[in-house]
């Protein structure tokens, strides 16, 4: 039965995998939602890039001469209570926050996408031991979690990044299993075993590709919970340790200089709500053209 199916199955069509490929960049390019998470995005990006051009002070240097400057032309943001720019603190705000997502959840993507491989192909015991190992993270709300692993490690950049990517490596884990449990029972799959291949090519060479539009979208996603998540725990003093930049560090210190100096946690928030918004709208957008039952809903 399985050489019927070997025999039975098309030859590859290279150029009509491109092509399907070039439908799905065009169909990206023309949604609305993709282009304006994509142009926010870049944007956030290039901010970020450019730091040292753009921002106009020294981000840690402190001058108490400029303490608690209203906004002005000197001082685009205003100053907070050591005279330091906002606006310089934010635009390199921008550049820890997503340098904290993307390790916190690459390392998070590694994880949980080798746990979701390994659980959803081989199933059986190993199926299970994962799956209630995970279902153990997914009872801790996710800010629970990364506060209680946070404060076990101590607070500092590197140990937040390691609470961020393990409160979201289940999730990865999770979102990829339920595509392998389907792709290992297709024809391909048992075509490839009977020619030879090991388990683990199959699933690197084969399964694999066939989940990456779901990992795509949850990693555009988690992108906007890692830099809240990293925010959070800023705030709370785990995160990145003053004098350095960070848009939640910035508003755990502005939060008594609400009434007198607003300035200091009004526009770090709206720096954390303009990131989150715009990778929000990216995967969302994503979701969208990717997921079939989206585009049939429609």
Do not use: C
């Not at 050489?3 to 098309?10: H, N, T």
């Not at 101590?154 to 140990?159: H, I, K, R, T």
């Not at 705030?235 to 003053?242: A, C, R």
């Amino acid at each position: 039965m399985a050489e019927a199916a070997i025999r039975a199955a098309p030859p590859i069509a290279v150029p009509a995998a491109r092509s399907e490929w070039r439908r799905t960049a065009r169909t990206l390019v023309r949604n609305r939602l993709v282009l304006a998470g994509l142009v926010m995005v870049l944007g956030l990006i290039l901010l970020a890039a450019l730091a040292d051009l753009v921002a106009p002070y020294d981000p840690i240097a402190n001058n108490v001469r400029a303490a608690l400057q209203p906004p002005s032309s000197y001082y685009f943001f205003g100053t907070d209570r050591f005279g330091r720019d906002i606006f310089t603190r934010v635009v390199y705000g921008s550049r820890l926050s997503l340098f904290v997502a993307l390790v916190s959840v690459t390392i998070s993507a590694v994880v949980g996408v080798a746990l979701g491989l390994v659980s959803g192909y081989y199933r059986g015991w190993i199926d299970n031991l994962l799956g209630r190992v995970m279902d153990v993270f997914f009872s801790f709300p996710a800010l629970l979690l990364a506060i209680g692993v946070a404060a076990m490690l101590g607070p500092g950049l590197n140990n937040a990044i390691i609470a961020i990517a393990v409160v979201y490596s289940p999730l990865f884990g999770r979102v990829v299993r339920g595509p392998v449990l389907v792709e290992r029972g297709k024809e391909y799959v048992e075509a490839a075993r009977v020619l030879g291949a090991s388990s683990p090519r199959i699933v690197l060479r084969h399964v694999f590709p066939n989940v990456l539009s779901p990992l795509t979208v949850q990693a555009t996603i988690t992108f906007s919970h890692a830099i809240l998540l990293e925010a959070y725990l800023s705030f709370l003093g785990l995160g990145t340790q003053p004098p350095f930049p960070s848009w939640g560090t910035m508003l755990q210190e502005g939060r008594t200089f609400l009434e007198t100096a607003p300035w200091m946690s009004i526009f770090p928030g709206l720096a954390i709500i303009t990131a989150v918004l715009a990778f929000n709208l990216l995967g969302d957008g994503i979701r969208d053209v990717l997921d079939p039952q989206s585009r049939g809903g429609s």
